[in-house]
């Protein structure tokens, strides 16, 4: 018989995998409290923008490798609830230099929504492709509805008044998310948009594919260095935002925002 005090197990885990750990609650907590000091005008408007930026990226990171968990868990890998995976804590998704250091960098620098952590899915316990496939694409497909959602509070509350500072800042998240959504499905090896394809190579190309798939990042930087290559991705970016009603001077204006170290 199992004491009273055991921690309740579902399917083996303990229920303490499922539960938001308090690295994301803390990064919740950051978000609201910068979207209002934002909106309020309280303090430092810049840093203020700084840190609701910020923190909404980590917090959309957070999403995007709990749904490829979240998948995978559901597709047979219960693995990723023990390694972590399933409490949104960003320390969990690799190395927090390359998941959220460098990403951080890269939204500041360039504004550019960089793939970010890695869930490490356990493939040979998931069976059937399309399995596979869509643990990936649920990566890319939260920082679609990401983007979705802030265009549908933008669109319908900007026209409403409010501080331009804090319209800025949520027009800049969602263009990071629109430049998310478009790395994560591009067709690289390494990366949820290549992932998504790798089950359904012949064994051949497969091989092909694993032999560059630790490299994805850096195949990644190299495509976007080439101009022709580099102009196709923000070309279709801005097209997206275009698309969606996201107004170019609004999140050019919380760019410059978010860099408050350049006055």
């Not at 399917?11 to 978000?31: D, E, H, I």
């Not at 798939?213 to 070309?235: K, V």
Request: charge should be positive; glycine fraction near 12%.
């Amino acid at each position: 018989m199992a004491p009273r005090d055991a921690e309740p197990l579902v399917l083996g885990v303990p229920r303490a995998a499922f539960r938001p750990s308090p690295v994301f609650l803390v990064l919740v907590a950051l978000l609201v409290t910068s979207a209002l000091l934002t909106w309020h005008g309280i303090g430092n408007v810049r840093l203020a923008v700084f840190g609701f930026v910020v923190s909404g990226w980590l917090v959309s990171l957070c999403l995007h490798e709990y749904a490829h968990a979240v998948v995978a868990y559901r597709s047979g890998d219960r693995g990723v609830a023990h390694r972590g995976y399933l409490t949104l804590n960003p320390l969990k998704y690799s190395h927090p230099l390359l998941s959220i250091v460098l990403p951080v960098v890269v939204v500041l620098l360039g504004g550019i929504g960089l793939p970010g952590g890695a869930v490490w899915v356990d493939r040979h316990v998931i069976p059937g492709r399309l399995r596979h496939t869509l643990v990936s694409l649920a990566g890319p497909a939260t920082n679609v509805l990401f983007a979705l959602v802030l265009v549908v509070v933008l669109r319908l509350g900007a026209p409403g008044g409010g501080p331009i500072e804090f319209w800025a800042a949520v027009a800049l998240l969602a263009f990071l998310q629109v430049t998310a959504s478009v790395l994560n499905l591009l067709p690289v090896p390494g990366l949820d948009g290549g992932n998504m394809i790798q089950p359904w190579l012949n064994p051949q190309w497969r091989r092909m594919y694993d032999l560059f798939a630790p490299y994805g990042f850096i195949l990644l930087f190299a495509l976007l260095w080439n101009p022709r290559i580099g102009g196709w991705f923000f070309g279709a970016v801005f097209a997206i935002g275009d698309f969606l009603g996201l107004p170019s001077g609004l999140y050019a204006r919380g760019l410059e925002l978010v860099r408050f170290w350049q006055g």
